[in-house]
């Protein structure tokens, strides 16, 4: 069975642009979280998808919004970037949502913004 | 809200020897806990989780790790450490929604960086 897999896996953008990362989860999870990674702040929750509805959302701001689609695929897009949004973008499918469903996550995308 | 302290940034074992990590959460209710593992350039790999029951869980690679309530503890061992345990490894959170914790993401610790000695 086919892993979780993100795109695309590097990315470079300036400041003020916008963004969109594509995550597919592994099949037949329908769950499906995306988590920022920095050094200095760690690995971060920012929202959870299930059956095409956000259920959870961390403390970021309004900048950062994501969306599922019928096949449970999911993006994630950040507008207005600035230059401390560069990071690793996890995301991470599950078979269902909530505790304490395992997580399995994807290589990430690395965001770079100049 | 919950959180999660892990003890020592980097933490260097020579090869064979026992490894300990250390793990403390905080949390409002009841929590499932985990530990993932990180290797360069890649995403989270599970290592283990205690969801209830017993208290000592057995995970990938020869690793376990001890759930104890009273100590609010989660430390991750292995008897004998190899090369290739060489990478980051984070404890994590997550609130019993069944306990009343609602529903909420993983809470992550800001990681150990082991490192095995020759």
């Known amino acids: 069975k086919a892993g979780v897999t993100q795109t695309p896996r590097y990315l470079i953008k300036t400041r003020g642009q916008q963004v969109t990362l594509s995550c597919s989860p592994i099949?037949?999870?329908?769950?499906v979280s995306w988590y920022q990674q920095t050094p200095g702040q760690g690995l971060q929750f920012l929202f959870e998808y299930f059956s095409e509805t956000q259920r959870n959302k961390g403390n970021f701001p309004g900048r950062f919004s994501g969306r599922q689609f019928s096949n449970s695929r999911s993006e994630m897009n950040v507008s207005t970037l600035e230059l401390g949004d560069s990071a690793l973008y996890l995301c991470?499918?599950?078979?269902?949502?909530?505790?304490?469903?395992?997580?399995?996550f994807g290589p990430g995308t690395r965001l770079t913004v100049l | 809200a919950q959180s999660v302290t892990q003890l020592g940034s980097h933490v260097s074992v020579s090869e064979g020897a026992l490894v300990l990590l250390r793990c403390n959460y905080s949390s409002s209710v009841p929590p499932y806990l985990f530990w993932y593992v990180q290797y360069p350039n890649q995403g989270l790999q599970l290592l283990l989780k205690?969801?209830?029951?017993?208290?000592l869980v057995k995970g990938i690679n020869g690793f376990e790790a001890e759930f104890k309530k009273s100590e609010t503890s989660f430390h991750l061992t292995k008897p004998s450490a190899h090369m290739s345990d060489a990478a980051e490894y984070f404890c994590?959170?997550?609130?019993?929604?069944?306990?009343?914790?609602?529903?909420?993401?993983?809470?992550f610790g800001k990681g150990t960086h082991l490192i095995i000695q020759p």
């Open positions: 205690y969801t209830t029951g017993a208290t």
């Open positions: 994590a959170v997550r609130l019993n929604m069944y306990s009343g914790g609602g529903a909420d993401g993983l809470t």
């Open positions: 991470a499918s599950s078979l269902e949502a909530g505790s304490p469903n395992e997580q399995f």
């Open positions: 099949s037949g999870h329908r769950s």
